[in-house]
Nanobody, 121 residues
């Protein structure tokens, strides 16, 4: 099973930006579909963004489209989530996930430990 480690979370003011990173283990990272999810206190985990194994296709939740950008660097075994124009409602623990089969619909079976993002108003 692939190991995932997120970083880059923190405290930011509304309107600010953060970039999350997720480093993955394994030699076949370039074949994985990758995703970002988040879970706010008292709420269920929700989908944020996903990217195909090649990076050629990206998918976003409506609440973040136009503000967040998912990307990947297969040479570095890393996927990123650039978050701009942050809002207090973006406050959550953000999780990175991998789908080693990478066929639609994605089924993310490997998860990181999460990184906290807090947006102050």
């Amino acid at each position: 099973q692939v190991q995932l480690v997120e970083s880059g979370g923190g405290l930011v003011q509304a309107g600010g930006s953060l970039r999350l990173s997720c480093a993955a283990s394994g030699r076949t990272f370039s074949s994985y579909a990758m995703g970002w999810f988040r879970q706010a206190p008292g709420k269920e985990r929700e989908f944020v963004a996903a990217i195909s194994w090649s990076g050629g296709s990206t998918y976003y939740a409506g609440s973040v489209k136009g503000r967040f950008t998912i990307s990947r660097d297969n040479a570095k075994n890393t996927v990123y989530l650039q978050m701009n124009s942050l809002k207090p409602e973006d406050t959550a623990v953000y999780y990175c996930a991998a789908d080693q089969v990478a066929t639609m619909p994605y089924n993310f079976g490997s998860w990181g430990q999460g990184t906290q993002v807090t947006v102050s108003s």
